[in-house]
């Protein structure tokens, strides 16, 4: 149970900044997902709180004690690896112990949390196993387990899913979930993967070379980005994006064409972004744009349709279902709703 | 056009096989011969063993005599070098092997000042002969009052830059940052994740680097013959060539040449019995399962 605060936090690996000045405050008991793009400093982020790398400058509290120079151990937090990071030689049981021995815990106690984990995370018929004889879920569970026998204050997770496959990906983040659940245990988790991103976090971390972008829930992300990176970001298939410049009450694009919503437009506006999900395909001449369909994707449960406007590029909409009535090569409208546009200024911060 | 591999069945990989097998045997010969010159000598007479066939076996069997007089000759002292052999390079063998795993860990794993210029200078060392060395160590150790004790052909062989060098490149490999993270996640100090998660996956390593030392301790020569000056403080290779030099200049009888060669057969069986024990160290694959690759 913990409350874990980033003051100011910096960090430098000899004269490249990697994370400038981040301010984060994680509620007790959130679960907490950094999400961006490679190389944006997530691992680094959660490195930093873990303990694993000293910060150039700042602070870091974890329930309001500044633990800025602690060890890892000390603060009482546990992390789950990427690779999983077991202990080769180590038989199961002895890899979720290490820990608890190393804190010198009585070994009927430590036998007791062993057990209990194990029972939890169906790791009971393995314990005399080495991680070389398990199988890729079964380590990650291992993984999880080492993490949950120390009780720690806080959970942390980098990418713990990626190495494993598809169906075993969505399991595993369901078990993640539950765990959440049961234990109510603050937990920060990396990720690349978007559904894993919106489906677990209570409040979501995007950030883009070192820097947070926006903290939000998952819905705030998705219905309000703060600036154009996190409209692209977030969000599959991305965000529509097209520049625009505002002449009284329409908007001109790039290609001239206008389009007038009869109502005011701010008049810093630069780029409106829509979702796929907020462009309507019409018949050939209606609607604010005319384009042509070039690839039609049918996924069964939605059919995503690329219309290429010319010299605007390529925007994308998507329909639930199979819709049957588009082709590609065929001509269409398309029609935006004033409400529904995302206004973003020359340097991509959000309007109103 | 489309590439086409060699297959076991083109006339190709049939020819390169022949070529292969007929280097390879060339220099199986090339080695072998010297060390079954050295089986067969030790098996003949003294007179055999200039009048027969320096290759084959002489009609007259000598093997067993020749062993009686190498382990009787002055008191039984060739027993006495085996033994000290066998105390020098075992002692030196684990000292450099473990400290080369240390050097090695902390090359691989850490960072700390001057980290650079101390890899250059062990990779600089590894070019640079013992025997260069063992002069201005005679005068070292001299000084300290530790030439003709054991420590003054034990501590210079402690070094040993060609095992720093591999264990640095092993370890690099085979033990990932995440896992010793995961070790400090756990609370344990760095000796601690060294000696109980690190050591037991480097054993390969460890065991290369062991054997290695070892055996270049065994056939040391010239460090031996500078430190040391009493006779039951030789190792086999100093007492050998000793026993060689009586026999050239006539004084010991000529019986002696034969007993230096039974020496010298009866010296590489520790060897090989060292190379078949530690066998079972280079299993590898010990990593694989804990961290996914
Ligand atoms: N030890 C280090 N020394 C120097 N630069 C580093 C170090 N660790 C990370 N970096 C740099 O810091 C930046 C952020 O790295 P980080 O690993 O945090 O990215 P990430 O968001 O986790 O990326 P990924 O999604 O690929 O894991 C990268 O540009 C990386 O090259
Ligand atoms: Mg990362």
Redesign the interface.
């Known amino acids: 149970m913990a409350v874990i605060e980033l003051r100011d936090i910096r960090k430098a690996f000899g004269a490249v900044e990697v994370i400038g000045r981040a301010n984060l405050t994680i509620d007790d008991g959130a679960f907490v997902i950094f999400v961006g793009p490679s190389g944006s400093g997530k691992s680094t982020l959660l490195r930093l709180v873990?303990g694993?790398e000293d910060a150039t400058a700042g602070q870091i509290l974890i329930d309001g004690a500044d633990v800025t120079h602690l060890?890892?151990?000390e603060r009482q937090?546990?992390?789950v690896?990427?690779?999983?990071?077991?202990?080769?030689?180590?038989t199961v049981r002895q890899n979720m112990s290490?820990?608890l021995e190393?804190?010198r815990l009585p070994k009927a106690e430590i036998k007791a949390r062993v057990d209990g984990v194990a029972d939890i995370l169906r790791l009971g018929d393995y314990l005399d196993r080495?991680?070389?004889?398990?199988s890729?879920g079964q380590?990650q569970r291992v993984a999880i387990g080492?993490a949950i026998v120390?009780e720690p204050v806080a959970f942390l997770f980098d990418e713990p899913l990626s190495?494993l496959d598809a169906a075993l990906r969505v399991e595993m983040r369901i078990e993640i979930a539950k765990l959440h659940q049961r234990l109510g245990a603050t937990m920060i988790y990396v990720t690349h993967d978007q559904v894993e991103a919106m489906t677990l976090a209570d409040q979501i971390v995007v950030l883009d070379k070192g820097a947070i972008q926006q903290v939000g829930t998952p819905m705030e992300l998705y219905q309000r980005p703060a600036n154009l990176f996190v409209a692209q970001f977030i969000g599959s298939p991305k965000m529509n994006v097209l520049a625009v410049r505002p002449d009284g009450s329409a908007l001109v694009f790039a290609d001239d064409s206008r389009a007038d919503f009869g109502m005011p437009v701010p008049p810093s506006l630069a780029h409106i972004g829509f979702r796929p999900e907020e462009v309507q395909l019409l018949p050939a001449g209606q609607g604010h744009l005319q384009g042509k369909v070039e690839v039609v994707e049918r996924l069964g449960s939605d059919t995503f349709v690329h219309v290429g406007l010319g010299a605007l590029g390529i925007i994308t909409s998507r329909m639930p279902g199979n819709v049957l009535t588009i082709s590609q090569g065929q001509p269409v409208g398309l029609g935006l709703t004033m409400t529904q546009l995302h206004p973003f200024s020359r340097d991509g911060i959000r309007l109103s | 056009m489309s590439i086409v591999g060699k297959s076991a069945h083109s006339a190709k990989f049939r020819r390169n096989r022949w070529l292969l097998t007929a280097i390879l045997s060339l220099y199986f010969i090339y080695t072998f011969l010297p060390l079954f010159y050295v089986i067969t000598a030790a098996t003949k007479s003294n007179q055999d063993l200039f009048s027969t066939f320096g290759l084959w076996f002489a009609a007259d069997f000598q093997l067993w005599e020749n062993l009686e007089t190498l382990f009787t000759i002055q008191d039984g002292i060739f027993l006495k070098w085996m033994a000290n052999t066998a105390y020098y390079s075992s002692v030196s063998a684990i000292g450099a092997a473990l400290f080369a795993t240390f050097a090695g860990y902390a090359f691989a794993k850490y960072t700390f000042f001057g980290k650079k210029l101390m890899l250059a200078l062990v990779l600089g060392a590894v070019m640079i002969p013992q025997t260069a060395l063992v002069i201005p160590m005679f005068l070292m150790l001299s000084n300290l009052g530790l030439t003709n004790t054991p420590l003054a052909v034990i501590l210079p062989s402690l070094v040993f830059p060609p095992g720093v060098f591999l264990m640095w490149a092993y370890i690099d490999d085979a033990i990932?940052n995440?896992?010793i993270?995961?070790?400090?996640?756990?609370?344990?100090g760095e000796f601690?994740i060294f000696s109980?998660?690190a050591f037991?996956?480097l054993m390969p390593g460890f065991a290369t680097v062991l054997i290695l030392a070892f055996v270049a301790n065994w056939n040391n020569y010239f460090l031996p013959l500078v430190m040391l000056n009493k006779p039951d403080m030789f190792p086999i290779t100093v007492g050998l060539a000793q026993l060689y030099s009586t026999a050239i200049s006539g004084t010991g009888g000529v019986l002696l040449f034969t007993v230096v060669m039974t020496g010298a057969l009866v010296s590489i069986v520790p060897v090989i019995a060292a190379f078949l024990i530690m066998q079972r160290f280079w299993q590898g694959?010990?990593?694989?399962?804990?961290?996914?690759a």
């Open positions: 873990a694993l060890g890892p151990a937090l546990s992390m690896f990427q690779s999983y990071a077991l202990y080769p030689t180590k290490f820990g190393v804190a080495k991680p070389r004889a398990l890729g380590r080492r120390r190495n | 990932s995440e896992l993270e995961a070790g400090r996640m756990d609370g344990a601690h109980s998660i037991r996956m694959g010990l990593g694989a399962g804990g961290v996914k």
